[in-house]
């Protein structure tokens, strides 16, 4: 982790991180980021979020305005229509039951509609600087399995396999390293082995092609996964 912490140092950060630090960690904004942020480009993420939050920055003024406004807004994040709908819902929840205001327990953040683990962990950690999460999305569950800390099939097995394996001072910033490793470098496909500060320490479990530097992808010999 400390080698990671240097080696993504001048890299891209993941869009909610940029959002989160642009708007003093805003519960709110990154709330709303994240639930943007689900299978979309994080360039696509970063553009929509900046044109909602033009449009409303509370959950006041965003519940007041309509589906199909969000809806435009948002374009093109994937799966627009629903994530218009849960951010909608959501504002209207905030309102309605919790003062307006985003609440800071687990227990809380996944009663709003479309918030589950991965969003309410970001939440916490980002928003409400827990020290007492892990946030798993699909880098940190692909890298942690490819590095052998957990052997699991679902990022919800990922999350709690983490907690018993890993030290805890690591926990707020597992996020944040390995997605943004996992957009630079251990890519889903074609992960680049050869540019990695961390592969000698690496069994690259389940990995059986790489990109070499020149661009081209290598299969790998069996000698090769360790
Ligand atoms: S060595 Fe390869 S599989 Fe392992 S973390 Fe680095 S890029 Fe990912």
Redesign the pocket.
Known sequence: MRTLAQAITGLEMPAVEKISEAQAEDPFQILIATLLSARTQDATTHAASTRLFKAARTPRTMARLTVKEIERLIYPVSFYRNKARFVKDCCEMLVAEFGGRVPSTMEELVTLPGVGRKTANLVLILGFKSLRNICVDTHVHR?SN??GWVETDLPEETEQALYENTARRWWPYINLYLVTWGQN??RPVY???GD?V??AD?P?IG?SR?RTASGASKTLSRGSLR
């Open positions: 890298i490819r590095m470098v251990c992960p680049r082995c990695c961390i592969a690496c690259r990995v790489e």
